[in-house]
């Protein structure tokens, strides 16, 4: 009996091995499933992580393009106005010399010999007028014009009958335009 119950319990033993053993590949299979299945949500997770990255490199990108492209259009406009602007500080030296050819001009005496000096000095005007035309100064024409203050500086007002309240009545001082930009604005009188 005691081999009965000894071969018996070596049966449970080996059972008890068996279904353990049996148990463990189920174990195992699991713990591999959990293990994949965690792996796999890290996967995921670090997908999810990279893909916002690469958005937010791609974002830092399409901004920096648009910066360089905007440094490259505001460059390029400075160059153009310095080109087209080279001559103003030069040109801005020169109007008083203008101005002062044409007070020279308006004072001349009468005489033969002062006739042919002011001839003179006319062409020497002309040839300086034309110079600073080429470079784009032009003279404003204010007289009988409304009155602009980006183009006229007030310095006094006077009773007209003949023209309207607010317009140019007389011109004190030229004003020049260099190209598209007032230069001097004109010193004028304006009607009240």
Known sequence: ??????FAAEEQEQQD???AESQEPVNEAGAAEAQAEEMADQGQDEL???KTE??????????AQADFDNFRRRTQKEKEELAKYASMKLVTELVPVIDNF???MATVPEGT???SFSKGIQM???????VLNNEGLTA?????QPFNPEFHQAIMQVESDEYEEGTVVEEVQKGYMLKDKVLRPAMVKVSS
Not at 54 to 63: S, Y
Not at 124 to 130: D, N, V
Not at 140 to 144: A, E, I, K, W
């Open 1 to 6: 009996m005691k081999e009965e119950q000894s």
């Open 17 to 19: 091995t068996t279904a």
């Open 48 to 50: 999810a992580r990279l």
């Open 54 to 63: 690469v958005e937010e490199h791609q974002q830092r990108f399409v901004r």
């Open 102 to 104: 044409e007070r020279a």
């Open 113 to 115: 010999e002062s006739e």
């Open 124 to 130: 020497i005007f002309r040839q300086l007028e034309t």
């Open 140 to 144: 404003m024409d204010t007289v009988g």
